[in-house]
């Protein structure tokens, strides 16, 4: 039942209810973002949903707006902010039309999909969560191979509540801490189109489309 139905309807009533309860919550992060980084409040990028459907996932700004490096426009309030988490709520918008889950692999730019195998595309038969295995797990600081083997794994189980509580609960514990807001030695997290490259056992441990390394 779970499987079939329950967890949409549990995914758009916690959704709406989170969004409904927390519009004081909102408003506050809203102001904050525009006194420290000014308009536009939200930041917008497309995203590969399932079967790698493109949709606009939303978050809090946490960066000025340019051209230079992340770690040169990410100052204190967006380091905070990230940490906490509370960047991410505006997907619960997401997660209300029905775009993503509460649970589920971390939605990725579109331009991602095109370097994934096909064992490492069957992140893409789920939706994509708010919450995922690998973000419990360690969030950002988790290496991309281990991320995206998390992502298939998820995605290859039927999905059961006790697990996704599960997953829901090891996040929260993490965001509480303040823990895995970006990859050792980043000021975020590499995309992974870095990480191919630079990381030589990642290449040979993960099976990418044939144009890739040629």
């Known amino acids: 039942?779970?499987?079939?139905?329950?967890k949409a309807v549990l995914d758009?009533?916690?959704?709406?209810?989170?969004l409904v309860l927390g519009a004081p919550v909102f408003a506050l992060l809203a102001l904050a973002v525009l006194l420290a980084l000014g308009r536009p409040i939200l930041f917008r990028q497309r995203r590969a949903g399932r079967q790698g459907a493109p949709f606009t996932l939303l978050k809090f700004r946490s960066m000025r707006e340019g051209a230079a490096?992340?770690?040169?426009?990410?100052?204190?309030?967006?380091r905070g902010l990230r940490a906490s988490g509370l960047d991410e709520l505006p997907q619960m918008i997401n997660v209300l039309r029905g775009d993503m889950s509460l649970v589920g692999p971390r939605p990725l730019p579109c331009d991602y999909t095109l370097l994934l195998g096909a064992t490492e595309a069957r992140r893409l038969w789920v939706k994509p969560g708010l919450f995922g295995l690998a973000q419990a797990k360690g969030r950002n600081a988790v290496p991309w191979?281990?991320?995206?083997?998390?992502?298939?794994?998820?995605?290859?189980?039927t999905p059961e509540f006790v697990t996704d509580?599960?997953?829901i609960l090891a996040c929260s514990a993490l965001l509480l801490r303040g823990h895995g807001a970006c990859m050792p030695g980043h000021a975020t997290s590499p995309s992974l189109q870095e990480a191919l490259g630079q990381d030589a056992a990642f290449v040979t441990a993960t099976p990418l489309m044939r144009g890739h390394q040629g």
């Open 1 to 6: 039942m779970y499987a079939l139905w329950g």
């Open 69 to 78: 490096p992340d770690a040169a426009r990410l100052g204190r309030f967006g």
């Open 145 to 157: 191979a281990h991320r995206l083997a998390c992502d298939v794994h998820y995605a290859d189980q």
């Open 12 to 18: 758009r009533s916690v959704a709406a209810l989170v």
């Open 165 to 167: 509580l599960k997953i």
